[in-house]
């Protein structure tokens, strides 16, 4: 086996690692030796600066680059310890754009080409080397989980290609491939010296008129009014506009010690890795990086042998409370820890066994709790800014999401649509120390394990629940999770199975089970438990309330009461902040209802539109009303029989909100809307009467056949009707022209409201991308994998876009994908305008993990056959 163990973690102390550079980058601190002038006479912190950015390693430098490339120059970047001297310091330096979300991939793509430009703008050697990458694949399963990422990378103008198993073996002689299915082969890949892109970094913003002082920690941001003014340092107070947490594993403390905390939840964990010695034939050091998820380790040439490291089944983390922040953490060593990832290396690469161990490095990495890095402004403070969280993809994302970062803070939104990163994605439940620490221990394996769409965690859960979850789970619910709220997928009756741990890329075990709740919904009618819906109420004495919502939102809110509205707010570019339901109750009372995971978005948005004289006010009512969906044909009969009031569509037109008594129970908003295009209403019931009305309802509804439903069947219906929903084809840049809704907007009438200028400019230049329906034709649902969003769109053989919700349509005995398309010049490249006819008559492909099938496109919804 390996030999020569040498029992240090000490790779590289700040100053070896500096003559590593060839180049010094001069910060000022309590620890510098040399004033500007060469003497000893160290320089004050500014008073002032426009930005401050805590955190020196290679996210925080990216982000202090990218400003300055902005023309950003009031900068000052602040680091407790030396200059790369925390986890940067020990960063494997592997590049890799192979990754399960897109936006991933592009962010590692920018990195990447930044990298290796870096050294020709600095005069820093970066130490990138393209390298290539090849991503191994033990089982049929993972392969395909491999194409798919290759789908998305080529479309993108990312070389790759799957390999066979002999391929591999040319490509890396090392690797042992007998039980390898094939391999994705990215031959742009590469690795880096991260400690020199951090100084990079740093040299080229210095030159650009940024400061940058280390051995200076910060305590805490200053907030004054709900915005960040200053932060206080162990060298005195500066006051600033915008602060920038880059703190690593620090990060998270740092956002508890803010005037009012900031929620950043992200958690350390021991990372481990070995290097070493040279081989007796030395590996070459343009051999690709090899991935190996399904043994859970990572290999890169170094210095004529091998850097490797993984992710293993029983993750270690790391305590940070009440413990002084340091710029580096030399971890303990931990053989017997470290074993199964080096039996898993010595199987892949047996040649390994006669090549001595150089060291074991033991590092802290920190994790968020959905395996994504976090971004952006904090919903509770604003110009409160975090990068964080990296996932140990700090090398690869560093470049692309500190150019990101900076885009937020110089023109208030970004390029492209940064959701998966959004640190508004999360409530303030999932700060808790405790389920981060659990959290963690989950996340950790799941970096390589991930396998399949849609991981479902298993930790944290049971933790924001229905008043109806006992009941629901006892009638056989099985539940997912979002936004840490339980909501039921579908329901398995007695006599009916659904395998639900066989989880695959084909068709679900499930299947039937959804068909029958679909055909409910359809034939007769179903209930459909939605509390964890987000429920707002805006309130003021006047007309203060519908002024700021004329403001904020895109339709015309000016409505009678008891009309509901569904309608867009637009941000500054026309484009989607939020999209939600409207009741008007009363004339200056509103309730509003959105998506689950646009809380905590949706509540920042109206907070920091609310009149400063306090006139109108905002009350989150999430938690005061549970919501049952009662979809169906036979839903207005169950209605009326549970109001003893007959109840027709004359009476009750789509898009009406009333309230209501049901049985003993009084105080019930009824909105005539189910959120799938089917018939329907969702009651809003007073969560102290939730249990009764369900139970009433359910009896009553016997004699029509009612029956529980899932949201697997909502998704299904509202697919097929072509529903678009916010943060899966709805996003902050898409506007309503792009999404088929220009008849939700009020353009007729003399009311300004925000983006109204943007959307203007754009009617009068042309929509340059649209969104459409495909339906497949020539695809399997027995036998082909099944589309699940992000797969590439083909018209007339020439890629156009990418779907963003698919799943299969009982009425169309097909898959429904909804997708956005553009239309770009052949010989220019240039966006052209997306016309109705563009659409509607090409011949479409849709390209699910590296297999094309046919398809049609609809610009509209579809006539649904029935069920049979």
């Known amino acids: ?109 920018y990195s990447c080409k930044l990298y290796s430009n870096l050294q020709k703008e600095t005069g820093v050697d970066t130490g990138f080397h393209q390298t290539g990458s090849l991503s191994l694949a033990q089982s049929e399963d993972r392969l395909l989980s491999l194409k798919w990422i290759a789908s998305h990378l080529q479309v993108n103008d990312i070389p790759c290609s799957i390999l066979s198993s002999a391929q591999v073996a040319e490509l890396h002689p090392w690797v042992e491939t007998a039980d390898l299915h094939g391999a994705l082969h990215v031959p742009v890949d590469g690795v880096i010296n991260p400690v020199a892109v951090c100084r990079a970094f740093a040299h080229a913003a210095i030159a650009n008129g940024v400061r940058m002082y280390d051995r200076t920690a910060v305590s805490h941001a200053i907030v004054e009014k709900g915005m960040v003014t200053a932060v206080e340092t162990d060298r005195g107070v500066i ?59 990572y290999v890169r040439p170094w210095n004529g042998g091998i850097l490797s490291g993984g992710f293993e089944k029983n993750p270690k983390p790391i305590c940070t409370e009440g413990k002084n922040q340091v710029e580096f953490q030399n971890l303990q060593h931990d053989w017997d820890h470290y074993g199964p990832l080096l039996q898993s290396l010595l199987e892949r690469m047996p040649v390994l066994s006669d090549v001595h161990i150089r060291r074991l490095v033991n590092c802290p990495e920190s994790f968020s709790p959905d395996m994504r890095c976090i971004l952006g402004e904090s919903p509770s403070v604003r110009n409160y800014f975090v990068l964080a969280g990296m996932n140990s993809s700090g090398t690869s994302l560093a470049g692309g999401a500190g150019r990101l970062l900076a885009e937020w803070i110089a023109f208030g939104s970004t390029s492209v649509d940064v959701w998966p990163m959004d640190i ?81 890329f084909y068709k679900p075990s499930w299947f039937d089970i959804v068909r029958n709740e679909v055909m409910a919904c359809k034939e007769a009618v179903c209930a459909i438990d939605m509390s964890s819906f987000t429920k707002f109420e805006l309130r003021s004495a006047g007309r203060q309330a519908l002024d700021m919502l004329q403001w904020l939102c895109c339709d015309d809110m ?33 309730f509003i209802v959105s998506s689950t995971d646009q809380h905590i978005r949706c509540w920042a948005w109206l907070s920091r539109h609310l009149p400063a004289d306090g006139s109108v006010q905002l009350e989150d009512v999430t938690w005061k009303y549970t919501a049952l969906n009662v979809i169906g044909p ?70 029509h056949g009612i029956q529980n439903a899932g949201y697997f069947a909502l998704r299904s219906l509202r697919i097929e009707r072509f529903f678009p929903f916010w943060g899966q084809d709805l996003n902050s840049c898409t506007t309503p022209l792009e999404c088929g ?50 797969e590439p769109i083909f018209r007339n053989n020439q890629f156009v876009g990418f779907t963003t919700s698919c799943d299969y349509s009982f009425s169309l005995k097909g898959h429904v994908c909804l997708g956005y398309v553009q239309h770009r010049d052949a010989t220019s490249g240039q966006l052209l305008s997306v016309i109705p006819d563009y659409v509607t008559q090409g011949d479409y492909e849709l390209e699910i993990a590296g297999m094309r099938y046919k398809a049609k496109a609809r610009l509209y919804p579809v006539p649904l056959p029935n069920i049979n």
């Not at 003893?644 to 898009?655: C, D």
């Open 1 to 109: 086996m390996l030999k020569g163990f040498a029992l240090t973690c000490i790779w590289a102390t700040g100053r070896r690692a500096a003559v590593q550079c060839g180049v010094a980058v001069r910060c000022y601190g309590q620890g510098s030796t040399q004033g500007p002038n060469g003497g000893d006479d160290v320089p004050s912190l500014p008073a002032h600066a426009k930005v401050v950015i805590c955190g020196g390693g290679i996210v925080g430098t990216s982000v202090a680059y990218h400003l300055a490339k902005l023309g950003w120059k009031d900068v000052l970047l602040l680091e407790q310890g030396r200059l790369h001297g925390g986890t940067t310091l020990l960063c494997a330096g592997i590049v890799t754009r192979a990754r399960h979300i897109p936006i991933l991939s592009q962010m590692a793509d």
């Open 239 to 297: 006051t600033c506009e915008y602060f920038v947490n880059c703190a690593g594993q620090w990060a998270y403390e740092l956002g508890q010690s803010c005037d009012e905390p900031v929620s950043i939840p992200l958690h350390p964990c021991e990372h481990f890795y070995l290097i070493t010695q040279p081989a007796e034939s030395p590996l070459a050091s343009d051999l690709p990086v090899v991935l190996d998820p399904d043994g859970r380790i």
């Open 424 to 504: 508004r994605r999360f409530s303030a439940l999932q700060g808790s120390r405790t389920f981060l620490r659990h959290r963690v221990m989950e996340v950790v394996p799941l970096l390589y394990e991930r396998l399949y769409h849609g991981v479902e965690f298993q930790t944290g859960r049971r933790l924001r629940t229905s008043p109806l979850y006992d009941r629901l789970d006892s009638q056989g619910a099985r539940w997912t999770e979002k936004h840490a709220f339980e909501r039921p997928k579908y329901f398995v009756t007695e006599g009916q199975s659904d395998g639900e741990q066989n989880v695959t």
């Open 558 to 590: 000016d409505v009678p009461t008891g009309t509901v509205v569904h309608t867009g707010m637009l941000n500054a570019n026309g484009a989607y902040e939020n999209d939600c339901s409207i009741a008007r109750l009363s004339k200056g009372n509103f």
């Open 634 to 703: 036979l839903a207005v009969s169950v209605l009326s029989d549970l109001s003893y009031i007959p109840i027709s569509q004359n009476q009750f037109p789509s898009m009406t909100c009333k309230e209501m008594s049901m049985g003993y129970a009084t105080g019930i908003r009824a909105i005539s809307t189910t959120h799938t295009g089917e018939p329907g209403f969702v009651l809003y019931i007073p969560i102290e009467y939730a249990l009764y009305i369900y139970n009433e309802m359910m009896g009553v509804g016997k004699k």
């Open 741 to 790: 809704r220009e008849n939700r907007v009020k353009f007729d009438e003399d009311i300004d409201f925000l983006g109204r200028k943007a959307l203007l400019q754009q009617k009068q230049d042309g929509v340059r991308r649209r969104l459409m329906m495909l339906i497949l034709n020539e695809h399997s649902c027995d036998e082909d994998p099944w589309p699940h969003g992000h």
